[in-house]
């Protein structure tokens, strides 16, 4: 299944599939970006990060993927699972301090 | 490594009234920022605190405050509640050097009447 940046603000998929959210933002001066998992009743978790020399990074089934000439962000889980279902945010840093701005966020739900 | 804690996790306050919260930050973190979430305007930037000194302010009022003790732990200080602040108030942790991910503590839900 995939999202299609802020417009599309559900995502559901099949346990097992690949999941794919998308982040659009707006700022070129942004050099370093992470993505946030969040589950009812609790704070964003940090899930993984990129900075702008980068346009590639894997962690333990996720993977983010920054193409700057679109500025585009997204967040590729493998093999989704039932506890993969949150809200995922994505956040930038717009290189003035330590400042994040985060997007509208995409509820993905996993159907078993 | 114990993670950011905040106190307290509910709190109902009627319009007028103050109130304070409290977050306490991951161990050898010397920045914490503020954030408030709300269902209308996701997560919006308060302020952040680097060594007791508010480094950057968002754009709220200034019944809105915050300050940070030595130990880096920090409060944050709403004054003349209106029902619009309702919300989860969200502290995060970090090294503070803008290239550091946040660590999040789990809020506290504000509910004002």
């Known amino acids: 299944g995939e999202s299609v940046g802020l417009h599309l603000p559900t995502l559901s998929v099949q346990e097992g599939d690949n999941s794919i959210i998308n982040c659009a933002y707006s700022?070129?001066?942004?050099?370093?970006f992470i993505w946030y998992k969040q589950e009812s009743g609790k704070g964003p978790q940090f899930i993984i990060d990129?900075?702008?020399?980068?346009d590639k990074r894997q962690g333990q089934r996720v993977t983010v993927l920054l193409n700057k000439t679109v500025k585009h962000l997204s967040l590729q889980i493998a093999a989704t699972q039932p506890g993969d279902s949150a809200v995922y945010f994505c956040a930038e840093n717009r290189n003035t301090g330590n400042q994040f701005y985060f997007g509208t966020g995409t509820s993905l739900t996993v159907i078993p | 490594k114990a993670g950011v804690t905040q106190t307290p996790r509910y709190l109902i306050k009627t319009r007028g009234q103050q109130v304070t919260l409290s977050c306490s930050p991951i161990?050898?973190?010397?920045?914490v920022s503020w954030y408030q979430q709300t269902p209308g305007q996701g997560l919006q930037f308060l302020f952040e605190y680097f060594s007791e000194t508010q480094r950057n302010k968002g754009n709220f009022p200034g019944r809105f405050s915050g300050r940070q003790f030595s130990n880096s732990r920090s409060e944050m200080n709403v004054s003349t509640l209106e029902l619009g602040d309702s919300a989860l108030y969200l502290c995060?942790?970090?090294f503070g050097g803008g290239d550091s991910p946040l660590h999040f503590g789990n809020g506290t839900r504000l509910t004002v009447t």
């Open positions: 995060a942790s970090s």
């Open positions: 990129i900075r702008s020399n980068m």
């Open positions: 700022n070129s001066a942004s050099d370093y």
């Open positions: 161990s050898g973190h010397r920045s």
